[in-house]
């Protein structure tokens, strides 16, 4: 049924460096908003979620005399460009289905217009559900990047995300 997992992504050495960049405890919270969010929108939640938890790993560190600059990142950051083409990679490399990866990585660099001249995109549903569960779970000044998570929990809620998809999924496939 699927390809590749939660725990695939979040254990695979590329995307624990960058999503311990970006933070993981943040990730790991929109990766939750989406699941929800993605039934009532009747998304397909193993994409929405797989979207959700990757979709600040482009970010760069924009510091200043040793602190994190939010000023600097809002000026100068495309996290969600780098985020895209990183993700797909990751995801092709770990078997996802190329167009799965490609849809994922489009969610990716369209949850944010941040990067944009112009801030007037029309999004398909699955990239509206990684962009409402982002904005749902950001704090002023980025301090949302700085939840702190504890390895061992970040893999037990992986792994809770990972049952809730494979339910919703059987669910599906027994009332069509």
Same mark, same amino acid.
């Given at each position: 049924?699927?390809?590749?997992? %939660? ?9 624990? /460096? ?31 979620? @797989?979207?959700?938890? &990757? ?11 040793? /602190? ?7 000026? $100068? ?24 990866? /490609?849809?994922?990585? &489009? ?8 990067? %944009?001249?112009?801030? $007037? ?11 409402? +569960? ?8 980025? +301090?949302?990047?700085?939840k702190t998570i504890s ?8 792994? @809770? ?10 669910r599906q496939v027994q009332?069509?």
């Amino acid at each position: 049924m699927r390809k590749v997992t %939660l725990e695939q992504i979040y254990t695979h050495p590329i995307a624990l /460096k960058y999503l311990g960049r970006s933070g993981q405890a943040h990730a790991i919270s929109v990766a939750e908003k989406a699941l929800i969010i993605s039934e009532r929108e009747q998304v397909d939640p193993d994409m929405a979620v @797989k979207a959700a938890l &990757l979709h600040d790993i482009g970010h760069y560190e924009w510091y200043r005399d040793g /602190k994190w600059d939010y000023d600097l990142y809002k000026q $100068n950051d495309i996290h969600a460009i780098k985020g895209a083409a990183r993700a797909h990679k990751l995801l092709i490399r770990l078997g996802e289905d190329p167009q799965a990866a /490609k849809a994922i990585s &489009l969610a990716i660099l369209l949850h944010t217009d941040s990067y %944009l001249p112009e801030h $007037n995109l029309k999004l398909d549903p699955l990239q509206q559900v990684v962009a409402e +569960a982002d904005t749902a779970d950001e704090e002023a000044g980025g +301090a949302h990047h700085y939840k702190t998570i504890s390895q061992q929990e970040a893999l037990k809620r992986i792994r @809770k995300l990972d049952a809730s998809i494979e339910k919703r999924m059987m669910r599906q496939v027994q009332t069509s």
